[in-house]
């Protein structure tokens, strides 16, 4: 085993690598033996010299992302034993080779024990996503590892870690193919058609962490005037369509989001004047519409990436729910979501609750709703419980 350097914590710094978290906090270390550059395998040891686990060092409050907490080889076999797992886990939920969804979440970062990868496979196209400087170091191995994995499923590679590398990270990442050919940018979900522009869109592309959430819609929506707000690529807005939607309105502020969730509706329900899609601010357009919905959707982008931004995220949140919770019609239906990691299940359920207060109206929750199983959560990693919902009915 190849010799790595070292990283001693403080004494009583390591209950929680006892435990099984997968982070350490730069505030826990005590001293660094070796020379250590960020990206590289770091052993993490206690206070008494006793090894911990094995991960890459990185720049920040997070100095050190688990791996593994075995005294073991990091190597080729490691990484495809890793990606292979995570392929099995896909298929045990349904997703491998699904004639109805070609779209989902093949490694999930430290749900998958893979923390910092991120990859993403739409219909013969996987989007890999580096967000640690010791996965981007990898890549060509990671790639490799992944085209065995998926053999003949596999028709391209599209890294895209440009925009999601540490900001302070000596290192240039450029988006491109780094294997196999462009392939067609439509995928199939639940029976449903959607482009996905991996290339220039938000995230990989499209949003598949809300995939069981967008076909719940489609069974509150039948006979309903419905608003998707922050439609990006307009998900929710066909499957509304499909499951009986009187009316259907997109909103979001992008212009491309619009004129993608306009292709998106015409590739499922050509000709169909029930939709209608507008590039506007959400607040503004929350202001002017009193009855006119009985069902909302808010799914808006992280409105908080760090712990200093929570409070005034958490009056963003609230400032928005109560928007809905004042405008929709009685007896109506909000789906409102929360993706900001740093705000806690609890904290979003108790800011739903101030909406409802500020809002003078009588609120019921009826689910509470999450990621799906592709986006598997650690038990030992609370932290990765990242997406929040609820459906509420509003009389």
Avoid at 17 to 28: D, E, I, T
Avoid at 50 to 76: C, K, P
Avoid at 195 to 200: R, T
Avoid at 243 to 266: F, L
Wanted: some cysteine; charged content about 25%.
């Amino acid at each position: 085993m190849a010799k790595l350097p070292k990283l001693v914590l403080k004494p009583g710094k390591e209950h929680s690598l006892n435990r099984y978290h997968p982070w350490v906090f730069s505030g826990a270390i005590k001293k660094i033996k070796g020379d250590l550059i960020e990206g590289d395998l770091v052993e993490v040891l206690d206070s008494h010299d006793n090894f911990l686990a094995i991960g890459h060092s990185i720049i920040g409050s997070i100095s050190v992302r688990i791996l593994t907490f075995t005294q073991e080889e990091i190597d080729y076999e490691f990484w495809k034993s890793r990606i292979q797992k995570a392929f099995e886990l896909r298929k045990a939920v349904g997703l491998i080779d699904n004639p109805e969804t070609n779209a989902f979440r093949l490694v999930h970062g430290e749900g998958d024990y893979l923390p910092g990868l991120i990859i993403d496979f739409y219909n013969g196209t996987a989007v890999v996503q580096m967000h640690t400087v010791g996965m981007y170091r990898i890549e060509e191995t990671i790639i490799k590892a992944l085209t065995e994995v998926m053999g003949d499923r596999l028709k391209s590679v599209f890294s895209k870690s440009e925009g999601t590398l540490p900001y302070k990270a000596h290192v240039t990442a450029v988006n491109r193919y780094v294997f196999g050919n462009k392939s067609e940018k439509v995928a199939l979900e639940n029976g449903l058609k959607f482009h996905v522009d991996w290339e220039k869109g938000q995230k990989t592309g499209f949003f598949v962490d809300q995939r069981e959430n967008r076909s719940l819609i489609e069974h509150y929506s039948k006979g309903r005037e419905v608003l998707n707000m922050f439609c990006y690529t307009g998900g929710f807005s066909f499957y509304a369509m499909r499951g009986g939607a009187k009316v259907v309105h997109s909103v979001d502020s992008s212009e491309r989001a619009i004129y993608i969730t306009n292709n998106n509706v015409e590739l499922n329900f050509p000709g169909d004047e029930r939709h209608q899609a507008y590039a506007e601010d959400a607040f503004k357009y929350l202001g002017g519409i009193k009855d006119k919905y009985d069902l909302i959707i808010l799914d808006p982008p992280a409105f908080a990436k760090h712990q200093n931004v929570v409070k005034n995220a958490i009056q963003g949140y609230r400032r928005l729910n109560a928007k809905a919770i004042e405008q929709i019609r009685s007896g109506g239906i909000i789906f409102t979501f929360s993706c900001s990691q740093v705000i806690s299940k609890e904290q979003f359920r108790t800011m739903v609750f101030s909406a409802a207060a500020r809002a003078n109206r009588k609120v019921r929750i009826l689910q509470q709703l999450t990621q799906p199983a592709d986006h598997p959560v650690d038990i030992y990693h609370p932290e990765g419980e990242y997406l929040k919902g609820l459906v509420i009915y509003v009389e």
